[in-house]
């Protein structure tokens, strides 16, 4: 595995203090790393930190090896898609993409060659003569991937690009974007807040936490094992029951759990009363009330009939992971 993207010892800080700080990250070649936390967490000052578009106050960005820290966007080889697209209105999907080729004096016949072999990847082959205000959100989007892709950057760097788009759309989108990563064989950063993109799309997963970077994993890794109480809880649902010594939390994961009779209650075993039993599509959802403390289960897609609220249950927690409480 070659490394893309190695960053070490990052910070940025603005003048009112805000920024990120001690970033220690590395990209491998073909990887689609998210950088994935709640608003504010520095996000995109980190994405623009890789593009050249923020002046770093320490640390190192190397990418293919090379030191860029110093060097504008313009000499680095990442594109960076915005989330506004900012497409050029006054050019045709064909000239948007043909704009950056031309720059780089590529002859017509193969700007005309790679430009169409890209929008017939992206599907919008057919809107090569139209203007960006005459296609909808998604096409807008693919023609903003496009153009970026068509100069084949080494990373491309993608700014929550779905934010505008409704949710079907989206889908779409990130399984379109995943399979052309797979066929171009490119590395991409992408920044989202949503955590159900970020499990869908990503290799791997660096969890941000105000300016730093508190977990990196796969999404699997991510899922299963949080390093602490904020990963776990932005990742997935999440039940926590506080212990009697207050400072460690006990949580397991709603789906991690098993219906029981009283008479196989062990450890590790709840005795509950269902507060509401609601049917969620291909599963049931119980909220269930445990001493002082609401906590949700996930149970067999008919079970909301067969408890119904007020219903005393016991249930087995098959996985729990301690964290302290800080
Ligand atoms: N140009 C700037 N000048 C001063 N502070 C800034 C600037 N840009 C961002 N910040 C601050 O730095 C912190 C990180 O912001 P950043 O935009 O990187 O977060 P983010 O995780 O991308 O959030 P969002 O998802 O809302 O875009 C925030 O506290 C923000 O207010």
Not at 38 to 62: N, Y
Not at 254 to 264: F, H, I, K, T
């Amino acid at each position: 595995m070659t490394v893309k993207l190695r960053i070490a010892g990052l910070s940025k800080k603005y003048e009112n203090g805000d920024g990120i700080q001690d970033i220690n990250l590395t990209v491998n070649s073909g990887e689609i790393l998210t950088l994935l936390g709640p608003s504010g967490c520095g996000k995109s000052t980190l994405l623009r930190s890789i593009g050249g578009f923020e002046q770093v106050t320490t640390g190192k960005i190397l990418i293919a090896e090379k030191d860029v820290t110093r060097q504008p966007p313009e000499k680095r080889p990442t594109i960076m898609v915005f989330q506004g697209y900012n497409l050029w209105e006054r050019m045709t999907v064909f000239e948007n993409l043909e704009f950056g080729l031309k720059l780089r004096k590529i002859s017509k016949t193969k700007r005309k060659q790679q430009i169409m072999e890209m929008l017939t990847m992206l599907g919008i082959e057919a809107m090569a003569a139209k203007y960006p205000q005459q296609l909808s959100g998604g096409q807008q989007q693919r023609v903003a991937i496009g153009r970026a892709l068509v100069l084949r950057p080494e990373i491309l760097l993608l700014d929550e690009p779905y934010s505008a788009l409704d949710a079907k759309i989206r889908v779409q989108m990130r399984e379109e974007l995943k399979k052309i990563q797979r066929r171009l064989q490119i590395t991409i950063i992408f920044v989202t807040h949503d955590q159900e993109e970020a499990m869908m799309l990503s290799t791997r997963i660096a969890v941000m936490k105000k300016g730093e970077i508190v977990q990196v994993g796969t999404p699997s890794e991510i899922y299963n094992n949080p390093k602490d109480i904020y990963v776990a809880s932005f990742i997935g649902e999440m039940n926590f029951l506080t212990t009697d010594d207050g400072h460690e939390v006990q949580a397991f994961r709603p789906e991690d759990v098993r219906l029981v009779s009283e008479q196989a209650a062990g450890e590790n075993t709840f005795h509950a009363t269902v507060q509401q039993s609601t049917q969620m599509g291909h599963y049931s959802q119980l909220t269930v009330k445990l001493i002082e403390q609401t906590i949700i289960l996930f149970a067999e897609k008919d079970a909301f009939e067969s408890y119904p609220e007020g219903t005393e249950i016991f249930f087995e927690v098959r996985k729990m992971q301690n964290f302290t409480k800080g």
